[in-house]
Each structure stands twice: as C-alpha cells, then as structure tokens.
C-alpha cells in the first residue's frame, strides 16, 4: 500500500446544511488509485432525485 486516496464529500440540498464525509483507502500503485477516485467521483457526481447536490474532491498521494 504505497497510495493513499483521500476522499472529501459534500453533500448539501434545499432546506440541508452541509454534511461532509472523508474517506482513505489504500492502493499498490498510483494507477490504481487513480481509477478508484475517477470512478468514486464518477459514481457519486450523479444528480439526486431526492435535490441532494453531491460534490466529490478525490486525491491520490504517495505515502513517505
């Protein structure tokens, strides 16, 4: 597990404060974790039926 993806999401809708989430997830190399965080932001990046806006902030960071 030489990567880390750190994950930020916000989540806010009519009449909501902001919520956040953080996530970490560890990866063996840097194209994996790549991929990961394109398809987490990809995943939650879709529109809510229900007028959650979610935004994703996604970042791959070797570890030292």
């Avoid at 990809?42 to 007028?51: E, N, T, V």
């Amino acid at each position: 597990m030489d990567w880390v993806m750190i994950v930020l999401v916000l989540s806010t809708a009519p009449n909501y404060s902001q919520s956040q989430s953080h996530y970490l997830a560890g990866f063996g190399n840097e194209k994996l974790c790549r991929d990961a965080a394109a398809a987490f932001q990809a995943d939650l990046a879709r529109p809510s039926d229900a007028g959650f806006k979610i935004d994703v902030r996604a970042v791959c960071s070797q570890k030292k």
